[in-house]
């Protein structure tokens, strides 16, 4: 007779991470995992998409505790993700959070992994003026968010392992980050990295890293991983996005305060995401470790791999 799969709760089934996770529990047929794909839209492509490779699709909301509780009933495990950039409120995003933590305990889990940031005020206090304070309590919003319910997940949830994520190099085809052309037309990657350098990663990777800790097992409790492809400086990326494209590409540095006044929904907030990572320096660096994200995902993707098949698609204005 057949081993009957546990179930691993994934929140946010159809984005970058959560369906990164469910792709990786999908494609290991012989593995101990199935998935249950969290939505809140069942009968869109993506859910649909999932059901057909064989995810147990279900519908929930993360403003509804409630609907929680019945997502996570019987499952062994959940993965736990929020999306601060689809409402731009720290206030919302930490309630979302703790609504998944608490309901974790509640439905018996046996391992929660939390996908989550630094607090960056406990480098920056709020009367710290290397950074501004934003929102009137944060220096990071969309960081701050999600360290400051690490607690709870700590204290009132299911065992919870901590993941950590690094840069999106999907922010290079979405977010308008890709390289511009200048005057004279030539291609120039900007962005403020105050001299550091900046851990990255395939969207995707991350929830196929938290698959290698679901692998684990529930003894990673209370352990962070911080996850990353390939650390890279400015003129490094640049150089890649070059090859990859076939013409030259060069790095400019962008100024953080000239990169927070640029107007566009959330660039205060980045600007001092870019600024926090460069004073945070090689600590922060030493919390994305390359090499424990291949050991978790042996797939995981450099970022010449990622360019390979993404080159193409960044919109280079």
């Given at each position: 007779?057949?081993?009957?799969?546990?179930?691993?709760?994934?929140?946010?089934?159809t984005?970058a991470?959560?369906?990164?996770?469910?792709?990786?529990?999908?494609?290991?047929?012989?593995?101990?995992?199935?998935?249950?794909?969290i939505?809140?839209?069942?009968?869109?492509e993506?859910?649909?998409?999932?059901?057909?490779a064989g995810a147990?699709?279900?519908?929930?909301?993360?403003?509804?505790?409630?609907?929680?509780?019945?997502?996570?009933?019987?499952?062994?495990?959940?993965?736990?993700?929020?999306?601060f950039?689809?409402?731009?409120?720290?206030?919302?995003?930490?309630?979302?959070?703790?609504?998944?933590?608490?309901?974790?305990?509640r439905a018996?889990?046996?391992?929660?992994?939390?996908?989550?940031?630094e607090?960056?005020?406990?480098?920056?206090?709020l009367?710290?003026?290397?950074?501004?304070?934003?929102?009137?309590?944060?220096k990071?919003?969309?960081?701050?968010?999600?360290g400051?319910?690490?607690?709870?997940?700590?204290?009132?949830?299911?065992?919870t392992?901590?993941?950590?994520?690094?840069?999106y190099?999907?922010?290079?085809?979405?977010?308008?980050?890709a390289?511009?052309?200048?005057?004279?037309?030539a291609?120039?990657?900007?962005?403020?990295?105050?001299?550091?350098?900046l851990?990255?990663?395939?969207?995707?990777?991350?929830?196929a890293?938290?698959?290698?800790v679901?692998?684990?097992?529930?003894e990673?409790?209370?352990?962070?991983f911080?996850?990353?492809g390939e650390?890279?400086?400015?003129?490094?990326m640049?150089?890649?996005?070059?090859?990859a494209?076939g013409?030259?590409?060069?790095f400019?540095?962008?100024?953080?305060?000239?990169?927070?006044g640029?107007g566009?929904?959330?660039?205060?907030?980045?600007?001092?995401?870019?600024?926090?990572?460069?004073?945070?320096?090689?600590?922060?660096?030493?919390?994305?470790?390359v090499?424990?994200?291949?050991?978790l995902?042996?797939?995981?993707?450099s970022?010449?791999?990622?360019?390979?098949?993404?080159?193409?698609?960044?919109p280079?204005?």
């Amino acid at each position: 007779m057949a081993k009957t799969k546990k179930i691993i709760a994934v929140v946010g089934a159809t984005g970058a991470q959560g369906g990164g996770l469910v792709r990786a529990i999908l494609a290991d047929r012989d593995g101990a995992f199935t998935a249950r794909a969290i939505t809140r839209k069942p009968d869109s492509e993506a859910a649909r998409a999932l059901a057909a490779a064989g995810a147990e699709v279900v519908v929930a909301d993360a403003d509804d505790p409630a609907g929680f509780d019945a997502a996570f009933t019987g499952a062994y495990g959940a993965f736990c993700v929020t999306n601060f950039w689809e409402h731009f409120s720290p206030e919302r995003e930490g309630a979302q959070a703790a609504t998944m933590a608490r309901a974790s305990r509640r439905a018996g889990l046996q391992h929660v992994v939390w996908s989550t940031l630094e607090d960056t005020r406990e480098l920056v206090p709020l009367d710290d003026p290397r950074l501004p304070t934003l929102q009137d309590r944060y220096k990071v919003p969309h960081f701050d968010s999600k360290g400051q319910v690490d607690q709870v997940f700590a204290t009132e949830a299911a065992p919870t392992t901590f993941l950590r994520a690094a840069f999106y190099w999907e922010n290079f085809v979405h977010f308008g980050m890709a390289p511009r052309k200048d005057a004279e037309g030539a291609l120039v990657l900007s962005m403020p990295l105050g001299g550091a350098r900046l851990p990255g990663i395939h969207a995707g990777d991350i929830g196929a890293c938290a698959y290698g800790v679901f692998g684990r097992g529930p003894e990673t409790a209370g352990q962070y991983f911080g996850v990353a492809g390939e650390i890279l400086s400015g003129e490094e990326m640049a150089a890649k996005m070059g090859h990859a494209l076939g013409q030259a590409v060069t790095f400019q540095d962008v100024p953080f305060d000239v990169y927070r006044g640029l107007g566009f929904p959330g660039a205060e907030d980045l600007g001092n995401m870019f600024q926090y990572q460069a004073l945070a320096g090689e600590d922060f660096l030493r919390r994305r470790d390359v090499a424990q994200s291949r050991a978790l995902n042996p797939a995981l993707q450099s970022f010449d791999t990622w360019l390979a098949a993404n080159a193409a698609r960044m919109p280079l204005g």
